[in-house]
């Protein structure tokens, strides 16, 4: 099994719905992540969470929510899609590195569209 | 101007050369630099890191940063057509943030 899963790999909803992604984790990590990927742009952070009790907005996230529902576990929402939040979407947790910094552990990403 | 710059590529190489990706960065106080691998339709993959100015090697890859210039590059000795892929660089910066960028498009003609 992955480390970091993510459902649904691919999602095509319909401007004005609300849609939840999904993330779980056993890796053991308290940082998780909410990136969107797109062409030209690299990833950009949408929220972040450093234990069950800590979220924060990143940089982009109008449109967006999340839920840490337990350490494992972080969803993200788009309340009301519109089509310009088509993009590909990756969960990440993050572990200590020798010198204090944080790398990264991706999901497989899922590939939404909004019609 | 972009807080990680990476130029796009297609970067071509053939087999057996040395690949050379690079990247520049806009905050000085930057702390620690990432090489990230992603193939095609996938999630990226952490391959390196480097805080330390100079260089560090793993295998056929070596990372290089030079914080006076605010360069760091990675360096892929010999090749293989199974190192296409699209490299991202990635800055920490500090707390919780780490910068991505967009990415250079790596291809190794057999």
């Known amino acids: 099994d992955a480390d970091v899963t993510q459902t649904p790999r691919n999602r095509i909803t319909k401007t004005g719905k609300r849609i939840m992604l999904e993330c779980s984790q056993t890796?053991?990590?308290?940082?998780m992540y909410w990136y969107r990927q797109d062409p030209g742009l690299g990833l950009r952070l949408i929220y972040y969470?450093?234990?069950?009790?800590?979220?924060n907005k990143g940089e982009i996230s109008d449109g967006y929510s999340v839920s840490r529902q337990a350490q494992a576990k972080f969803s993200l929402s788009l309340e009301s899609a519109i089509p310009n939040q088509t993009a590909l979407y990756f969960c990440?947790?993050?572990?200590?590195?020798?010198?204090?910094?944080?790398?990264?552990?991706f999901g497989s990403g899922t590939r939404l569209t909004v019609v | 101007q972009k807080e990680v710059e990476q130029n796009s590529g297609p970067l071509s190489v053939p087999e057996g050369a040395i690949a050379s990706l690079n990247c520049t960065y806009s905050d000085r106080g930057s702390q620690s630099f990432f090489w990230y691998r992603q193939y095609s339709g996938k999630s990226p993959e952490l391959i390196m890191f480097i805080y330390s100015n100079g260089d560090k090697e793993d295998g056929r890859f070596t990372a290089q940063l030079n914080k006076a210039s605010q360069y760091v590059s990675l360096l892929i000795r010999d090749s293989q057509p199974s190192d296409s892929a699209t490299y991202l660089c990635a800055v920490f910066t500090g707390g919780f943030k780490t910068i991505f960028g967009a990415g250079t498009r790596l291809f190794v003609k057999a």
């Open positions: 969470s450093f234990d069950v009790k800590d979220i």
């Open positions: 990440a947790t993050s572990d200590l590195l020798p010198d204090r910094t944080y790398g990264y552990t």
């Open positions: 890796k053991g990590h308290d940082r």
